[in-house]
C-alpha cells in the first residue's frame, strides 16, 4: 500500500500545474484596459495619464512603452526615463508630463502595472499631436484623351491629423458626386477626400479645366495647392510631341555622324590608299569608263 501510495503520489502533479498555468493565465487574460484619445497642440504642454495605477496596491511595478507604427521602445522602465525622455518628461505614479510636444510624440503610450499576488492592470492614451496642414500638391496632367482614364492626385504630409482632401474645378468646388451637381453632372468622376484621389471614368471634352485642391485638418487655416491647366483632347498631344522630338534627336545624331565622317577624311579615296591594311576594305582605283562610244566619238574627231 505503501509502495502504491508512492508510485501514485506524483500522479497528481501535472494537472496541478496545468490549473496554475489557467489561473496565470486568467489573470492576464483578465487585465484591466483601458484606452482613450488625447489631442494637444504642436509645442504646448501634455499630460497623460496612466489609468492603470492602483493605490491600493502594495509596491507596484509601473512601465511605460510607446508604440508609433511598427515601432515598440520602452518609455519608462526600472524606475527611470529612457533616452531621450529624461529631459523632455517628468514621471509620477499616476502621469508623464511632456513640457512641450512635437509631431514626433503623436503615437500610442501604454502603461502597465504590476502588483503583489500577479496583479497586472494595463491603460493606453492614443495622443495627437495637432498640426496644421501645408501646403498640398496637385498631380494633374497637363493634357488626357477623352475617353480615357485621368487621374489627379492630391498629397500633404504634415498634417496631424491627417488632412481630408477637396477639389476645385475653375474655382467652384467640385460635390463628391457629380450628378448631384448641374454644373458638373456632365462630367463622370470619383472623389476620395481621405486619399486625395480625383479619377476620371471616361475623361470628357467638359473637364478641361483649371484644377487646384485643398487639404483641412481642423488645426489651422485650410491650404490651397497651386493651380494647373489639365486640357482633354481627342489625341495625345504630348505623346505626338514627344515622339517628334525624338525622331529629330534621331535624325540630328546621324547628320552629326555623317558630316563628322567627311570631315575627317573616312571617305576620301586617299583615306582608302593610305589605310592598305586587311582590316580595312581597299578602295578600288579611280579611273574613266571606256566604252565603244567614247572610242568612236575619238575618231570622228580625229578624222576632221
Not at 484621389?197 to 491650404?223: H, K, R, W
Not at 589605310?275 to 572610242?295: D, E
Request: charged share 20%; proline share 9%; aromatic share 10%.
Amino acid at each position: 500500500m505503501a509502495g502504491a501510495a508512492r508510485r501514485g503520489g506524483p500522479g497528481p502533479r501535472p494537472l496541478l500545474w496545468l490549473v496554475l498555468l489557467g489561473v496565470a493565465a486568467a489573470s492576464l487574460v483578465g487585465a484591466q484596459v483601458t484606452s482613450e484619445t488625447k489631442e494637444v497642440p504642436e509645442n504646448k504642454p501634455a499630460d497623460i495619464p496612466c489609468s492603470a495605477y492602483r493605490s491600493s496596491w502594495s509596491n507596484p511595478r509601473i512601465e511605460w512603452k510607446f508604440q508609433k507604427g511598427s515601432s515598440l521602445v520602452l518609455f519608462y522602465y526600472g524606475g527611470e526615463l529612457t533616452e531621450p525622455y529624461k529631459n523632455r518628461v517628468q514621471f509620477s505614479p499616476t502621469t508623464i508630463h511632456f513640457n512641450t510636444v512635437t509631431r514626433e510624440d503623436t503615437g500610442k503610450y501604454i502603461c502597465e502595472v504590476v502588483g503583489d499576488g500577479s496583479h497586472i492592470a494595463k491603460s493606453e492614451v492614443n495622443l495627437i499631436v495637432q498640426v496644421p496642414p501645408s501646403k498640398p500638391v496637385a498631380h494633374v496632367p497637363t493634357s488626357a484623351t477623352i475617353g480615357s482614364k485621368a487621374v489627379l492626385r492630391c498629397t500633404e504630409t504634415d498634417g496631424s491629423p491627417p488632412p481630408t482632401f477637396r477639389w476645385y474645378k475653375d474655382s467652384m468646388l467640385m460635390p463628391a458626386n457629380p450628378k448631384t451637381s448641374l454644373t458638373f453632372r456632365n462630367s463622370s468622376y470619383t472623389l476620395d477626400p481621405v486619399t486625395g484621389e480625383l479619377i476620371f471614368e471616361p475623361l470628357s471634352g467638359f473637364d478641361t479645366g483649371d484644377y487646384y485642391c485643398e487639404a483641412m485638418n481642423n488645426v489651422g487655416s485650410p491650404q490651397k495647392s497651386d493651380v494647373i491647366h489639365m486640357e482633354a483632347s481627342e489625341v495625345n498631344v504630348g505623346g505626338i510631341v514627344a515622339a517628334v522630338v525624338v525622331l529629330l534627336m534621331v535624325l540630328a545624331l546621324v547628320a552629326f555622324g555623317i558630316w563628322f565622317a567627311y570631315s575627317r577624311g573616312f571617305f576620301s579615296s586617299e583615306y582608302c590608299a593610305g589605310h592598305p591594311g586587311n582590316h580595312l576594305p581597299r578602295c578600288p582605283p579611280l579611273s574613266l569608263p571606256k566604252t565603244p562610244l567614247l572610242f568612236l566619238s575619238f575618231q570622228r574627231e580625229k578624222s576632221k
